[in-house]
T-cell receptor
């Protein structure tokens, strides 16, 4: 199993450009989420989903959109990139239900907005 | 979710036990203590979790005080590969909410 796969690994955008960060998991997990991590800081939750067709905002949702049309995929869209969105983005998934515990993280997408 | 307090950094000699403390004085009765670590710039990795009993797995041991207001993660024989940022997280077990990360403890294992 591949686990949680994020693409691309690196990306440079110009201010105002839009793009989609991809996240796919092959573990049939119900819950998926996106975090950003700024240099020297902990992870902050952007958006999350508890199942296909259901999404909700996290701590820092502004400037980002998400959708969950399938269990496997949870793309993160930057509508109009800004330098403040320069960060490392991590996608995570975990099983839902009463026995959901461990979260699995992707290897991250390093985004620079110039 | 209850907030946690961890020291920003710690050192440990290779081969010795690393004891990482975490304070969570406002923890509720249905909140679990989770530990994750992040090696260099990789995605966080789950280590262990517990409610009130001490827990042990192949990676580490988790000691939770009787009043549950603090806990300690123990890496019994630290290696250089254990150098990482360790996050203590408190959350409700079965909620749809996601993990909330604080600043963590940067553990440096030295030869």
């Amino acid at each position: 199993n591949a686990g949680v796969t994020q693409t691309p690994k690196f990306q440079v955008l110009k201010t105002g450009q839009s793009m989609t960060l991809q996240c796919a998991q092959d573990m049939n997990h119900e819950y998926m989420s996106w975090y950003r991590q700024d240099p020297g800081m902990g992870l902050r939750l952007i958006h999350y989903s508890v199942g296909a067709g259901i999404t909700d905002q996290g701590e820092v949702p502004n400037g980002y959109n998400v959708s969950r049309s399938t269990t496997e995929d949870f793309p993160l869209r930057l509508l109009s990139a800004a330098p403040s969105q320069t960060s490392v983005y991590f996608c995570a998934s975990r099983p839902g239900g009463a026995f959901g515990t461990e979260a699995f993280f992707g290897q991250g997408t390093r985004l620079t907005v110039v | 979710d209850a907030k946690t307090t961890q020291p920003p950094s710690m050192d440990c000699a290779e081969g010795r036990a690393a004891n990482l403390p975490c304070n969570h004085s406002t923890i509720s009765g249905n909140e679990y203590v989770y530990w994750y670590r992040q090696i260099h710039s990789q995605g966080p990795q789950y280590i262990i979790h517990g409610l009130k009993n001490n827990e042990t797995n192949e990676m580490a041991s988790l000691i939770i005080t009787e009043d549950r207001k603090s806990s300690t993660l123990i890496l019994p024989h630290a290696t250089l590969r254990d150098t990482a940022v360790y996050y203590c997280i408190v959350r409700v077990y079965n909620a749809g909410n996601m993990l909330t990360f604080g600043g963590g403890t940067r553990l440096m294992v030295k030869p």
